[in-house]
Each structure stands twice: as C-alpha cells, then as structure tokens.
C-alpha cells in the first residue's frame, strides 16, 4: 500500500493524468466519429475509387509506431514540414517550432498523429458493420420519403449503437496500454508531462530499475483493463439481446 | 466558385460531392505527403535537409542508405527482424490451426477450460505481465536470446489466432470429418488432408496480423534485447534517436528501410489486410 501511495503522490505531481486523459478524448471523440464519418461516405458510395481511399486511410497502420512517431516528430521539427508550412501561411520566416518544447502544446502534435494513425481502423470496423446492415430497411425509408439526414440519424446510427459503444471501449482500452507513439514521439518530455501510464512503468522498471513502483503502476493498469473488459461484455451482451 | 448561387437542387448535390471529394483528397495526401517526404529527403545530405525542407535532392545520393546500414547495423537488425517474423508466425500458424482443429472438434470435458485459458491472454495487456516476465526470462536466461523473443512473440499472438482459427473450424461439417474417420483416416490425416486446405482464408488473416505484429514489435524487443545478435529492426531504428539524432540523413534512410517492406506487402495484398483487420479487430482488445 505504501508503493501505490507513492505512486499515487507522482501522479498529482506530475500532473500527467491529464494526458492520459486527453489521448483517452482523443481516441473517443477523435478517431471514432472521423472513423464513422468516412466509411458512412464510402458505404453511400458518395466517392468514385473509394478503394484507394480506403487504402489511403488505413495505409498508417500497417507501419511500425516507432517509425510514425520518429517521422511525425521529425515533420513537427525545426527542420520539418510542419514549421515551413506556418511560415508561409503566416508570412513570417523567422517562425520557429517550439511546439515540442511546451507542455500545454505539445499535445497538438500528438493528438493530431494519434487521428492519423489510427482513424483507418475505426473505417475499416465501422465499414464492414455498415455493409452488414439490411439494404432494404433502407431503400424501405428512401421510397417513403425519407432524406438522407433522417436515414442516417433514425436508421443507421441506432443499428451500429452497439458498435459505437464497443469501439469507444476499445479505443479508451487501446490508449491506456499505448506505449510506442508516444515514447518515440516525446519520450515523456517536456518534464515527464507527456508520460502515459505505460511509459511512466517502462521508466521506472527499466530505467531508475525500481520494479516495486513498476509493479504497482502495471497492478493500476490490469485493474483498470479488466473493468474496461468486464463493461465490453456487458456491452456485448447487452446489444445481442437487443438484435434478438 | 464563390459567386455561384446554390439555388438548386442539382447545384446543391454538385457541390456537396466536391466537399466530398476535397475531404478524401486532403486525407490522402496526409497520409502520402510524410512518406513521400520522408522518402526523398533519405537521399539528401544533412545540409540540404537543413537548409531546404521541402524540396527535392538535387542530386540524389546513396549513402545515407550505406552509412545507416554500417553505423546501425541494420543488416544485423534486419535478419534478426525476419528471422523472428517468420519463425513466430510459422509456429503461430501450425500451433494455433492444431489447437482450434482440437478445440472445435475433438470434445472432452477440458476443452472449454483449455480453450478459455488460451482466451485469457485477449485480455491480458503485455505491460502488466512485463515485468514478472522480465525476472524470470533472466532467471532461466533467455534474456537478449532469439529463442526468447521468439517464444514471447509466439505466446502473445497466440491467443487471437487461436480465437479466430476455431471459430472458423466449428463451421466446418462434422459429417466431413466422420466420413473420413469411417474411412479410417487418422486425426493426423483429417488434419492435414481436411482440415488445413478448408481453413486457408483464416490461415491468411492470422498470417496477416502475426507477422505485422512481430515486425513492428517494440516496446518487448527493446525491454528483453540489448546485444546486436538479438536486436531487431525497430530497436536499431530507434537507436537513431539517441546520439546520432542530429544526423537526419541516416535516419531518414533508417526509417524508410524500416517500413519500405510492410508498405510493399500492402501495397500487394491491401485488400487481404484491410479485410482481415475488418474480421479481428473488432475482437481484438
């Protein structure tokens, strides 16, 4: 008990919580919608070649995070992309990127990379559970007047409630245990404030050596996964009684 | 565009399609720019990088690529990388198809138990076994050996293979696997000759996700490696972060040696990978 007062005292300190928090947003509010947004367009079949621009969303998971986050934080650099864009959009060649450098800005970067990475998953799930809905409740509300607004409020998105639910479980599930983006991204810094509960373990364990807190920060994790597990089974039981 | 009036109808469907369209166009160029970028910037050296973002190489130069290669060792990484690739998911592969065929048809009162105690490991996450299995993987001394990476790799891919391997042998018929028993084929026979050939399409989606996730494996490579002989791919690409961060050049080119071959295979079998990313990803977690 002593070790999770410890560690509970570190946490306040630090205030690092807050972008656990903000990753957790991120994900929820971020890659899910923008993920849902997208396959809906491309199931209405509103875009032509909309096989390639599946392929494009989706291109970033299939590479390593720890290149990603090499890469983004490259882009976000002095010497990237991100900084020669701004001076033109600004007018001002002197502008230089100090975004990495504050702590209440250097989640811009990360949020923006987290929506990068990972709003091609969300796709690819939400796409193949809107292929399974029935065609003809559809074509159903379209002969009876129905404009594509209610369709989308009054049909689809009740069908894929329970979907939404999960995949907004998952996403809160997958952020608590992301590790790679973030330790390459920033490393923890500016001043540990961009440390997940991950990275915090990974620094204490095998860094400073100290397994005691690592253990007990791991302990927090498992106890709040296995919650997580216990509310997508709920959840899942829950809609399957629904459809039945 | 701006002095056109949306009056009607047809105006209105027009120009949400080209809203449509913008927005598809923006997304993919955020996702090509970087590597394009990335790309091209590998053969520069390091002033041009620094003076000049975002133009091309004036002349385009390989050694960034060759001292990348002998400064990181990323030769030594590499084979390591497709060693571990493709011994964990090959092991993946036969252990996991021979589990489900059990599970799904071989029934006894262990089966659910063994079958749940495999299912566990879907919720378990790595880090909350990290260190537990870091004292003991030194105790018995498979730290910073192949052999250990290779066993972990195959113990954490083990448990969604299996989950999605005897889902698909349950749709199998039983009637096929009698008639062939009646024949007097052995289980090992019903295996190989029956078994395996029907379960290609979900032998392709474990290799899929397996063989992505050893690749790309960081976090345990870089907790349980620290010798060259045992180090893989995203460890040593990482390695460019620390003192040689300031050589963008050799790092650039290690980055593209790192994704260069998971962006060949997808841009090969995009389709086999989105859909079965579709099948396991929502179970996934």
Redesign the interface.
């Known amino acids: 008990m002593d070790r999770v007062g410890k560690l509970y005292k570190n946490i306040q300190r630090s205030g690092f919580l807050v972008l656990n928090f903000i990753v957790i947003f991120v994900s929820v509010f971020g890659q899910i919608p923008l993920g849902f947004g997208l396959a809906y367009l491309i199931y209405r079949k509103s875009v032509k070649g909309s096989g390639f621009f599946q392929a494009m969303v989706f291109l970033p998971m299939v590479i390593s995070t720890i290149i990603i986050g090499i890469l983004w934080s490259k882009m976000f650099s002095p010497i990237g992309v991100v900084p020669r864009i701004i001076q033109a959009i600004t007018n001002n060649p002197n502008y230089s990127m100090t975004i990495m450098n504050s702590k209440q800005l250097a989640m811009i970067p990360i949020g923006f990379v987290l929506l990068w990475v990972y709003t091609g998953t969300y796709l690819i799930i939400f796409l193949a559970n809107l292929q399974n809905i029935d065609p003809n409740i559809i074509e159903a509300a379209q002969i009876d007047g129905a404009t594509d607004g209610q369709i989308f409020i009054k049909i689809i998105v009740p069908q894929l409630y329970g979907v939404i639910v999960l995949t907004s479980i998952l996403a809160i599930s997958g952020s608590l245990r992301s590790f790679d983006l973030l330790f390459t991204m920033t490393g923890g810094g500016p001043a540990y404030y961009t440390n997940l509960l991950a990275i915090y373990m990974y620094n204490y364990s095998f860094i400073h050596y100290n397994y005691g807190v690592g253990s007990a920060i791991s302990t927090v994790m498992v106890i709040l996964s296995i919650v997580l597990v216990i509310l997508v089974r709920f959840v899942r039981r829950k809609v399957e009684t629904m459809g039945a | 565009m701006s002095n056109v009036t949306l009056n009607t109808r047809k105006e209105q469907a027009i120009f949400n ?1 080209l809203l ?2 913008i ?2 166009i923006i ?2 160029i ?6 394009i ?2 790309f091209y910037s590998s053969f520069k050296p390091i002033l041009e ?2 003076r000049n ?2 133009a091309l190489p004036r002349d385009w130069i390989f050694s960034n690529y060759i001292q990348a290669i002998k400064i990181g060792k990323l030769n030594i990484y590499a084979v390591n990388s497709i060693i571990y690739t493709f011994v964990s998911t090959g092991l993946v592969i036969i252990f996991s198809m021979m589990a489900s065929f059990a599970f799904a048809k071989i029934k006894n009162r262990a089966t659910p138990f063994l079958y749940n105690s495999f299912l566990i490991g879907l ?6 076994i ?2 537990p299995l ?2 003991s993987m030194t105790r018995i001394g498979l730290r910073d050996t192949r052999l250990g990476i290779i066993m972990i790799y195959v113990a954490i891919n083990l448990p969604l293979a299996i989950f999605l391997g005897t889902e698909y042998v349950k749709a199998i018929p039983d009637s096929l696997i009698e008639s062939a028993q009646i024949d007097g084929a052995s289980y090992f026979r019903i295996f190989f000759s029956i078994i395996m050939p029907m379960c290609k399409p979900v032998m392709v989606t474990i290799l899929i996700f397996t063989a ?1 996730a050893c ?2 494996e ?2 345990l490579a870089l ?1 349980f490696t620290s010798s060259d002989s045992s180090r893989s791919l ?1 460890v040593g ?2 390695s ?2 620390g003192p040689l961060a300031t050589e ?1 050049g050799m ?2 080119a290690a ?1 593209v040696i ?2 260069a071959p ?2 060949i ?2 841009a090969l079998f ?1 389709r086999q ?2 859909r079965g ?3 396991g ?2 179970i ?2």
């Open positions: 399609k449509i369209y927005l598809f997304f993919a955020l996702t090509l720019y970087p590597l970028w990335l990088i620094i973002a975002l919720l378990i996450t790595i880090q909350a990290l260190i870091f004292i992505l690749w790309n960081f976090m907790v995203p690409i990482y460019f972060s963008y790092q650039f980055l790192g994704m998971m962006i295979l997808y995009h990978i989105t990313f579709a099948a990803g929502a996934k977690g």
